[in-house]
T-cell receptor
Framework: AQSVSQHNHHVILSEAASLELGCNYS??????LFWYVQYPGQHLQLLLK??????LVKGIKGFEAEFIKSKFSFNLRKPSVQWSDTAEYFC????????????FGTGTSLTVIP | EPEVTQTPSHQVTQMGQEVILRCVPI?????FYWYRQILGQKVEFLVS????????KSEIFDDQFSVERPDGSNFTLKIRSTKLEDSAMYFC?????????????FGDGTRLSIL
């Protein structure tokens, strides 16, 4: 079965610092990759997605992620975080040839200090 | 932007009782999902539903659980004889034509507390 690992459970940064959240998955086939964000008290929202093509994907709010197939990774980055980026971030994988379900990582809690 | 809506936002139920969680997916979406998130743990897939039948389900989705699309708009999750360990946040999601090639849109979730 597929699995998703997010190595950073809780990250604390000052405003304007750069962010990189790790995501690795285990599956040898073709995957769709997603990052979702969950702001306090709100639902999961899609930040960005990768299906095919350019492995560097740009999403909303200045986030981007890079798919490195050889490393089975899809790390999320932002050059300069803001206080409003404080949220829980989830990486998700969907294996294209095995079904529609998403496999989520355990999430990374990001706290940005003003 | 259209949203997935879930009701109620918080449900408190005595152990052993039945509970129904309701979801209204985005109107032109064809694929529907339920996930749950036990406090402090990852979001876990429960079931997917397409063309009026279950297309996939996880090991968690045993005989205690059932899903239904009773009309053209609602998608429900029923939990029979609830247990303490069913306490979790339950998320409904939907995706458009194309299934796995479309992102899933999530509702706000229903917090289920079993006493």
């Amino acid at each position: 079965a597929q699995s998703v690992s997010q190595h950073n459970h809780h990250v604390i940064l000052s405003e304007a610092a750069s962010l990189e959240l790790g995501c690795n998955y285990s599956y040898g086939g073709t995957v769709n990759l997603f990052w979702y964000v969950q702001y306090p008290g709100q639902h999961l929202q899609l930040l960005l997605k990768y299906f095919s093509g350019d492995p560097l994907v740009k999403g909303i709010k200045g986030f981007e992620a890079e798919f490195i197939k050889s490393k089975f990774s899809f790390n999320l980055r932002k050059p300069s975080v803001q206080w409003s980026d404080t949220a829980e971030y989830f990486c998700a994988v969907n294996a294209r040839d095995t079904g529609n379900q998403f496999y989520f990582g355990t999430g990374t809690s990001l706290t940005v200090i003003p | 932007e259209p949203e997935v809506t879930q009701t109620p936002s918080h449900q408190v139920t005595q152990m052993g009782q039945e509970v129904i969680l309701r979801c209204v997916p985005i109107s032109n979406h064809l694929y529907f999902y339920w996930y749950r998130q036990i406090l402090g743990q990852k979001v876990e897939f429960l079931v997917s539903f397409y063309n009026n039948e279950i297309s996939e389900k996880s090991e968690i989705f045993d005989d205690q659980f059932s899903v239904e699309r009773p009309d053209g708009s609602n998608f429900t999750l029923k939990i029979r004889s609830t247990k303490l360990e069913d306490s979790a946040m339950y998320f409904c999601a939907s995706s458009g034509p194309g299934g796995r090639d479309q992102p899933q849109h999530f509702g706000d979730g229903t917090r289920l507390s079993i006493l």
